[in-house]
Each structure stands twice: as C-alpha cells, then as structure tokens.
C-alpha cells in the first residue's frame, strides 16, 4: 500500500541555489512523524530532517527546512544554498507505517 | 558503538538456492524491518517485527521468511520461490515510542548467478 508519494523522479539544481523537493502522504491519524531521508552513492541511509505532525512550526536543520501542511498532506524538502554534496536520492516516510516514496534523484551542477 | 550490522555486504547466489541475510542491532530497538531496493528504485517493505516472535508481512513478502527469536536479531531468507531476487537489502530498526525515527544498517548486495 502506497501511503507517500513523491512525484519528482529526478531534480537539478545549480550549486548555491535553492531546490525544493515535494512529498504528499496519506494517514488516517492525527499524531504522527514525518522523515526525509538522503541516500548518496554510498546507499547508506541518512536522516536529514523531522517533523512532528502536531507542531505547527516547520523543522529546519542548516540548510534544510520543511513545508509542511498537514491539512493537504504535504511535506516538501528545501534545500538552501545547495552543495555539491548534496547529490543523492531523497526519500520521504512517515512513522505510522514505514513505508517509503518512490525517491527523487538529485542532481547538483557546479 | 550503537549500531545495526548487516552481513554479508556482497552476496552471490546460484538460482534454487536458499540464502540468509544477517542483521543485528545494539540500540534496544523493539521494531525491525526489511527492505527491498532495485537500482533507481524507492524502498519496498518485505517484512517487519515489533515484539519478538512476532512478524508481519509487508508489501512484497513473497518468496521470502523471517524469523524473530531474539530482540536484537532479524534474519532475512531469500527462498528459491523469490522470481528476481537480485536486489539491495536494507535492514534498519527503531524505538516504537517516541518519533520513531528509523536507524538503517549499511545493506546487503545479492547477486544470484
């Protein structure tokens, strides 16, 4: 059962700039978490940021942020001032079931 | 260091052979699970655990079992049954209470010849 959704397979971005990348998901419940993760080349699996589902404020980590509106399911990644390290797979999940969206590529161009 | 281990990293299989992912955590975590990945592909849940000797199938469970006889271990088998399974195989637990964030070990390669 595909309970996220992400519907960008590939962004690029210029190094320095800012990228946003989007996520919607589906719950029946009213406290939850929501991840994203980033998987470089090396494939391990890395948290970049978290949001919890009752706080209206937005999780911000350095550069990363989220946009996160509950009633619309949504919870979109912004990277700010995007390195070259940066490049990798980004997936979003949510706590109630684990699942993963399919992932989006990240490309970063020098 | 706290921490889950998979073994092994490179596994090669011949087709119609059983073959046994290891995967061991130290962080006390109640829940384990196992995940699927193809090449460019997202993360599909094959199994996961919450209490020992307890498991539930996941979206793709098909051709493969697990077992759950201790809390810090979940073995992953990949039966004869499984069509395709060459793939990456992540193993990754969490604390059930709390934000639940997921803790991932550094994944197993299969090849089947």
């Known amino acids: 059962a595909q309970t996220v959704t992400q519907s960008q397979p590939e962004m690029s971005v210029q190094e320095a700039e800012t990228v946003t990348l989007s996520c919607t998901y589906d719950?029946?419940?009213?406290?939850?978490?929501l991840f994203w993760y980033k998987q470089p080349p090396s494939r391990q699996m890395i948290l970049v940021i978290r949001?919890?589902?009752?706080?209206?404020q937005n999780a911000t980590e350095n550069r990363f942020s989220v946009n996160f509106q509950k009633a619309a399911k949504s919870f979109s990644l912004k990277i700010s001032d995007s390195q070259l390290g940066d490049a990798a797979m980004y997936f979003c999940?949510?706590?109630?079931?684990?699942?993963f969206g399919a992932g989006t590529r990240l490309t970063v161009k020098p | 260091d706290g921490g889950i281990t998979q073994s092994p990293k490179y596994l090669f299989r011949k087709e119609g052979q059983n073959v046994t992912l290891s995967c061991e955590q130290n962080?006390?975590?109640?829940?384990m699970y196992w995940y699927r990945q193809d090449p460019g592909q997202g993360l599909r849940l094959i199994y996961y655990?919450?209490?020992?000797?307890?498991?539930q199938k996941g979206d793709i469970a098909e051709g493969y079992s697990v077992s759950r006889e201790k809390k810090e271990s979940f073995p992953l088998t990949v039966t004869s049954a499984q069509k395709n399974p060459t793939a990456f195989y992540l193993c990754a637990s969490r604390a059930i209470a709390g934000n639940g964030e997921l803790f991932f070990g550094e994944g197993s390669r299969l090849t089947v010849l």
């Open positions: 719950t029946s419940e009213s406290d939850y978490y």
């Open positions: 949001q919890e589902a009752y706080k209206q």
């Open positions: 962080l006390n975590h109640d829940a």
């Open positions: 655990s919450q209490i020992v000797n307890d498991f």
């Open positions: 999940a949510n706590n109630n079931d684990m699942r």
